[in-house]
């Protein structure tokens, strides 16, 4: 398994030590704290901003010259109003302390600089009114730093108070507060539960996730009388998302709520069950949460059911095209794998769903006892955007020496039968492996390739770097990318054929790593004679 994010890999000598620097754009810096017949549906709603009228038409209040030693306390900060300080050579470091109001669930901080960029983060303050654990903090030096802390994903938030440290960039003298000091304004926005809006079950509610909402939605969704069981489904979502549910409040403690399901996929499904001797609830209520803390808004479907059946709009099961010119195939049939774990890559190698991908990524679910849906294929209909959850599948062969598994679709999301018919784009396999120095092209979803716990689909290029041979067998080494969420993915010839999936890689502590691959001829017969089969 490869957790969200981040994997290990068996086959690994050192798991590979990228250091990841977040994408940084017109000088900001953004942190990300972490620890499946209708009625009409409502029309989108926009989630309240945060803050009120009142502050936000206030004018600015007079700047604060924060040029005291590090050891005085800190300045007090107003939730929702703008605090300005002051940071120079003599005194480079200003702390602004807020006050988070009962109810908190999420806060968004921002902190801006019209000069020198600067540093900043946030620090839980302890019991003693001293600076406690570091709830975030931005890697480089920018003008602006963006940060989101909620309950559903910053490990030890909420707390009662935050301490925001701004400190000088004194790394050279140019960049350096100048004796005169930089002026910066710190704002801290809080999130309460509120909820966006009312439906029946039976209903669809459409909604959007922003960093102005806390990341996170909260819906009342009616329960018929009677009712012995709630079906909630996620659909048309471009992240990864989190379902909890609760029969009370809402109380916005998502780790306290009755009902969860924070598996890593757009489509979620959560069953509410009422087979206790009480009566089910009047109401129960959904939150909907990001657990990427994405920059841009998510906009998603709440599909709600009062049965435990998949809804008809849910079972429709569109056929996958079917590439004829190399490259589109080779890209399509490069599969995302989706655990309850984690995730990470595969190949789709037989028109019937068969998929090659690395053992590791799917250990949790190679139990007798492994529900069936255990296992989920995402594939690439647009590479601009995630892979779309789409099937669910079980192992047929493992192999955890030489990390490889053979999986075989069995159905669409959620259990619906596939139709007669279906059919797979899937890559060819090459005859023989390439030669030292041939070209090599790796194809996955590797967790340095995007910003949330959920990426687009990455190409890199390189050559076959050589081969080495130990108890396990033949392995490739190659240049091209393998990292921690490609492991499974394919390899390909300059042709485009599958020649290896990629199981792992290793890293000299410099920066210059190799990854490495189990070549295609070195598929067991049996495994090909599965693979070929009509």
């Not at 990300?32 to 945060?50: D, L, T, W």
């Not at 989706?338 to 037989?350: A, H, M, W």
């Not at 490609?486 to 020649?499: E, H, I, K, N, P």
Request: hydrophobic share 40%; glycine share 10%.
């Amino acid at each position: 398994m490869e957790p969200r994010g981040s994997g290990l890999s068996p086959l690994a000598v050192v798991l590979l030590a990228a250091a990841v620097s977040a994408a940084v754009s017109a000088g900001v810096a953004t942190a990300v704290m972490r620890a499946g017949a209708m009625q009409p549906v409502p029309a989108v709603v926009e989630p309240p901003r945060v803050g009120s009228a009142a502050a936000a038409a206030a004018p600015p209040p007079p700047a604060t010259d924060a040029s005291r030693k590090d050891e005085d306390p800190p300045l007090e900060g107003a939730p929702g109003t703008p605090t300005r300080v002051r940071v120079t050579d003599e005194n480079p470091v200003a702390r602004i302390r807020y006050v988070l109001p009962e109810g908190t669930v999420a806060v968004l901080v921002r902190a801006t600089s019209r000069g020198p960029a600067f540093r900043c983060r946030v620090l839980e303050e302890s019991d003693g009114g001293e600076e406690g654990a570091e709830l975030g903090a931005s890697v480089d030096p920018a003008k602006t730093h963006v940060f989101s802390l909620t309950e559903h994903a910053t490990d030890g938030f909420p707390v009662p108070a935050v301490i925001v440290e701004i400190e000088a960039d004194g790394a050279d003298g140019a960049d350096g507060a100048e004796a005169a000091g930089i002026d910066i304004e710190s704002d801290l926005d809080v999130v309460r539960t509120t909820v966006a809006g009312t439906v029946p079950a039976g209903d669809e509610f459409r909604g959007v996730l922003t960093p102005e909402s806390g990341h996170r939605a909260t819906v009342a969704v009616r329960v018929p009388a009677g009712s012995r069981v709630l079906r909630l489904d996620l659909a048309g979502c471009d992240a990864d998302l989190d379902l909890y549910a609760e029969d009370a409040g809402p109380t916005g403690r998502t780790a306290e709520m009755t009902w969860r399901s924070s598996r890593p996929l757009a489509e979620e499904t959560l069953l509410c069950d009422f087979d206790g001797p009480e009566p089910p609830p009047d109401v129960v209520h959904v939150t909907v949460a990001d657990p990427s803390h994405s920059e841009e808004p998510v906009r998603f479907t709440l599909v709600t059911t009062p049965a435990a059946t998949v809804p008809a709009r849910l079972r429709a099961v569109d056929p996958l095209p079917i590439p004829s010119e190399p490259k589109a195939l080779a890209m399509l049939s490069t599969v995302e794998v989706l655990t309850d774990d984690g995730g990470g890559s595969g190949v789709l190698v037989s028109p019937r769903g068969h998929v090659l991908t690395a053992c590791h990524v799917v250990e949790g679910a190679l139990g007798a006892d492994a529900p069936k849906d255990a296992i989920a294929v995402a594939v690439t209909l647009d590479p601009r955007r995630i892979s779309r959850d789409r099937y669910l599948a079980t192992v047929v062969f493992h192999d955890e020496e030489r990390d490889l598994a053979l999986l075989r679709i069995t159905s669409a999301l959620r259990g619906v039968d596939l139709p007669a018919g279906h059919a797979f784009p899937c890559a060819p396999l090459s005859a023989a492996s390439p030669s030292p120095g041939d070209e090599l092209v790796t194809v996955g979803f590797p967790g340095i390739g995007g910003a949330g716990t959920r990426a687009p689909v990455t190409v890199s290029r390189g050559v076959l770097a050589g081969f080495d041979r130990g108890r396990k067998g033949l392995v490739a080494k190659t240049d091209a990318l393998v990292s921690p969420g490609s492991s499974g993915g394919g390899v390909f010839d300059a042709a485009w054929r599958l020649c290896g999936i990629a199981v792992s890689s290793t890293d000299d502590g410099g920066g210059n790593s190799l990854g490495y691959l189990v070549p295609a001829e070195e598929l067991p017969a049996e495994w090909l004679g599965e693979i070929r089969k009509r």
